[in-house]
């Protein structure tokens, strides 16, 4: 009876320690080969030229657009008073939550010491870099004149405005904290990159393919002095960059939560906001991972128990985002302000009544079904609920800002936002922007860290051992690693 | 066939092992012998080699922290001497300068200098961008980024002789052992 137990007891450590994450007998140099050979261009599959006409397609709309906008100035948005802030902000915010998922995965889950994010942190580090691209486009194309946008945004010393920024303000603040995340995504990512940059320079043949890649991958020879000071600076950079996501999305939400229109003026926005975006984040991730999984052949890599984890992070977090949305209404009603409770009301039955609704069906309530364990690891579900979420968070987005914005304090001044097919097209295009850029990045660089996932089967091989040792030495049968 | 010394323009000794957990228990029997100056190259950083081959930890760590702390006091400064100095003009009746407001500029600025401190300190500190290193001239070189688990023992050992660490690597059971030059 205690012999069981023991066995049970060394099970569960197998289990919870470090679960089997790659599946299939798989050697250090099965996954060099099955990840590098990805970026050789003989292997593209054909479904890829097909996706990458498609969103390819879509970001010729996107200057389309947005060179339409500029020829012709922003009121071919349809931006207006009341609703001086609509799709553009809506789609600003959206974005830029998408991002938050990918520096969630690469430097939470990496201090969590979570081995499992190894087989999705490059991916979903990429999606953050070109979501915060498309996010960016917004707020720029926003002030009109992009190519000026640069001295009004950042003290950087002209010959024309003689003044500085109001650093008072949180837009201010925005532009730190968006430029910095940027930045920083990018570093992040590149430092993650130059093992593998040099595993696809070794694997080169002599010619321009192999000085590219030797040129990224700036020499690196793997050597112990090389390891330790890198896994200080990735450490380092996981340690800085998980304030840093936390803190963009709390000052994006300073951008409503310092002004005084109900509905915006609340103090749950910071951990609402950030809750909410890596809700969104993960959605995202999980779309594209599906798509990325079932494209590239990457299902003994990416396994089902991969997507079961994040789905229950999609289904933690899409709860706090329900709680907050809660917390808000409570707050609401508890302040006893007219103005704040006519906001909250007016969502639920005014003119965008279906806005609100589409928002609390797909946040709050579709979700939910990842509580059982089979509709965690049903690719059909997973990737359903992936679609309805992110339509849910952009809704969210919309509720908040528009709104908020079309029914203000005075009646007289309250109106409706309509999308013109510029405001429509020009966010069709960022999707085309974000796709093209993905799919170029899983074409060009290794979309798995592979150093990493060889580290996790390290691991993996050397719990396996201590396992086997136990068994053998306490005389009991050993059980599958997947039961 | 000469013997070979530290003076013929030598690198290191270099052998191959089949996996991480014979080069970890290769590198203290290479120490035993007395070798100080060993260099072990593998496809991924491996979990406590650094104790085994008894280096010390990475100081890049204090360097980070002077960034974070240059980009934290350079914002706190501009900021005051843009909106209290350069040109003072009041907003919304708020003061000219706060450390309040300005909390979330000086964050940013801390993070953005200790990112660009952390990779570019790691790469100050290994010398790379590198052209070239005599690594590479070893045979098998390629296959560290691949499935190789290297150790040298580098010429610049006070105790380096070519022809005993060639047999004191194969004694740990390494294979593929080189001499390799600069």
Not at chain 1, 167 to 176: G, I, K
Not at chain 1, 274 to 285: C, T
């Amino acid at each position: 009876m205690a012999e069981l137990a023991k066995t049970d007891l060394a099970n569960l450590i197998r289990e919870e320690c470090n679960p089997p994450m790659l599946e299939g007998d798989m050697s250090y140099h099965d996954i060099t080969e099955q990840i590098s050979s990805l970026t050789e261009w003989k292997k593209t599959p054909r479904a890829w030229w097909v996706m990458i006409s498609i969103t390819g397609t879509l970001l010729l709309l996107l200057f389309a657009c947005l060179t339409y906008l500029v020829a012709r100035g922003i009121g071919v948005w349809g931006n207006n008073s009341p609703a001086g802030w609509a799709w553009d902000i809506t789609n600003f915010v959206w974005w830029i939550g998408i991002g938050h998922a990918g520096t969630l995965i690469s430097a939470i889950l990496f201090l969590l010491r979570q081995k499992w994010r190894t087989a999705i942190n490059r991916a979903a580090e990429a999606m953050t870099i070109f979501a915060v691209a498309c996010a960016a486009i917004f707020p720029l194309f926003h002030t009109g004149r992009p190519w000026r946008a640069i001295y009004w945004l950042f003290p950087i010393p002209n010959t024309y405005l003689h003044m500085w920024q109001n650093y008072r303000s949180p837009l201010e603040w925005d532009v730190f904290a968006v430029s910095t995340y940027g930045t920083v995504s990018v570093l992040f990512w590149y430092t993650g990159l130059i093992p593998d940059l040099a595993v696809l320079r070794d694997r080169s043949k002599p010619g321009l393919r192999k000085i590219i890649y030797g040129a990224l991958s700036l020499g690196w020879r793997g050597g112990s002095t090389h390891w330790k000071h890198y896994e200080k600076a990735y450490m380092i950079l996981a340690g800085i960059s998980t304030p840093l996501v936390l803190s963009v999305h709390t000052i994006v939400s300073f951008d409503f939560a310092v002004s005084v229109i109900p509905g915006w003026h609340t103090t749950v926005f910071p951990p609402y906001f950030v809750g909410g975006a890596v809700f969104s984040g993960f959605a995202m991730v999980m779309t594209l991972l599906l798509l990325t999984r079932w494209l590239l052949k990457l299902e003994n890599i990416i396994t089902i128990r991969h997507l079961d984890l994040m789905n229950k992070v999609i289904l933690a977090t899409g709860t706090i985002v329900g709680y907050s949305y809660a917390t808000e209404f409570y707050i609401a009603w508890y302040s006893g302000d007219p103005y704040e409770r006519f906001t909250f009301f007016n969502r639920i039955t005014g003119p965008y009544w279906w806005a609100w609704w589409t928002m609390t069906i797909c946040n709050c309530v579709i979700p939910q079904f990842f509580w059982v364990k089979k509709m965690r690891r049903n690719i059909a579900v997973m990737f359903i609920i992936s679609i309805t979420t992110n339509i849910g968070m952009w809704f969210e987005r919309f509720v908040i800002i528009v709104l908020s914005l079309h029914r203000d304090f005075l009646p007289s001044s309250w109106g409706m936002f309509h999308p013109t097919w510029i405001d429509i097209g020009t966010y069709l295009g960022t999707f085309g922007l974000f796709l093209t850029l993905y799919l170029l990045f899983t074409k060009f660089c290794p979309i798995i860290a592979i150093g990493e996932v060889k580290s996790t089967l390290s691991a993996q091989n050397h719990v396996e051992h201590v396992y086997q040792h136990y068994l053998a030495t306490h005389e009991v049968e050993a059980q599958s690693p997947h039961a | 066939m000469p013997k070979l010394t530290k003076d013929n323009g030598l690198y290191a000794a270099i052998g191959e092992f089949s996996d991480e957990n014979q080069l970890l228990e290769a590198i203290p029997k290479i120490r035993r012998l007395g070798y100080s100056k060993l260099e072990a190259y593998t496809p991924f950083a491996i979990h406590g080699i650094d104790e085994v081959l008894g280096v010390k930890p990475s100081k890049l760590g204090w360097f980070v922290f002077c960034c974070g702390l240059f980009g934290c006091s350079a914002a706190a400064t501009f900021i005051w001497w843009a909106g209290a100095v350069s040109y003072p003009l009041i907003v919304g009746g708020k003061p000219l300068f706060a450390f309040t407001f300005s909390i979330p500029i000086m964050f940013e600025m801390m993070i953005l200098f200790s990112a660009f401190g952390s990779l570019y300190g790691m790469l100050g500190i290994n010398r790379l961008p590198q052209l070239y290193h005599s690594v590479f001239n070893y045979s098998r070189a390629e296959r560290i980024s691949d499935d190789g688990f290297m150790l040298a023992i580098e010429a610049s050992d006070p105790q380096f002789d070519a022809d005993e660490c060639v047999r004191a690597l194969e004694d740990v059971g390494a294979n593929f052992v080189e001499v390799v030059a600069k």
